[in-house]
């Protein structure tokens, strides 16, 4: 008797711990990549890039990461319309890129350098946070600086994903009620 009211208090725990643990779901988040890793993707399997430029110093950079890259209409839109890449304006790593090598020019100084690839993708405007949208060439569409939460963010993410911003003007495009 005692060794079956034993089987079954351990199968009733391990029932317990199974359906706590499925009930634990895994949070969403957007599958941020490298620019390399992108833009390898972008060859094989042509999608809009989406470039968030940041630094690790930035404030605004860290309440993007913890409220609007966490917002899941954000993240489900952008996993499913754009190549998502986090990119460190003071990076030390190079990348080639078009037949250029970018570096930062002073990775190791006292005071931290400007990556170059960071500088041509901002068109020398450096400003923390700012996101960059390239097309399926790899080419720059527009610039979008300062921390921006969802309900900003995601007007911006449909009128690139969708084209709109070949044939329609921002403000148009936003009285169309695209938000």
């Given at each position: 008797m005692k060794k079956s009211n034993f089987i079954l208090a351990i199968i009733i725990l391990l029932s317990?711990?199974?359906?706590?643990?499925?009930?634990?779901?895994?949070?969403?988040?957007?599958?941020?990549?490298?620019?390399?890793?992108?833009?390898?993707?972008?060859?094989s399997a042509p999608k809009k890039i989406f470039i968030d430029i940041y630094t690790d110093w930035c404030g605004w950079c860290k309440k993007m990461?913890?409220?609007?890259?966490?917002?899941?209409?954000?993240?489900?839109?952008?996993?499913?319309?754009?190549?998502?890449?986090?990119?460190?304006?003071?990076?030390?790593?190079?990348?080639?890129f078009m037949g250029y090598t970018f570096v930062n020019p002073n990775p190791l100084g006292t005071q931290k350098g400007t990556h170059q690839l960071a500088a041509a993708l901002l068109q020398g405007?450096?400003?923390?946070?700012?996101?960059?949208?390239?097309?399926?060439?790899?080419?720059?569409?527009?610039?979008?600086?300062?921390?921006?939460?969802?309900?900003?963010?995601m007007p911006a993410l449909k009128y690139v994903a969708t084209n709109a911003y070949l044939t329609t003007q921002w403000n148009d495009f936003l009285k169309q009620d695209n938000k």
């Open positions: 317990i711990s199974y359906n706590s643990n499925a009930q634990t779901e895994t949070p969403k988040k957007i599958n941020w990549m490298s620019f390399e890793e992108a833009v390898k993707l972008n060859d990461d913890q409220t609007t890259f966490l917002d899941e209409e954000v993240i489900d839109y952008m996993n499913e319309h754009f190549y998502a890449v986090k990119f460190n304006a003071e990076q030390t790593e190079s990348v080639d405007k450096m400003s923390y946070p700012s996101y960059v949208f390239l097309n399926e060439q790899n080419i720059g569409i527009t610039v979008l600086p300062g921390y921006v939460d969802a309900s900003k963010l």
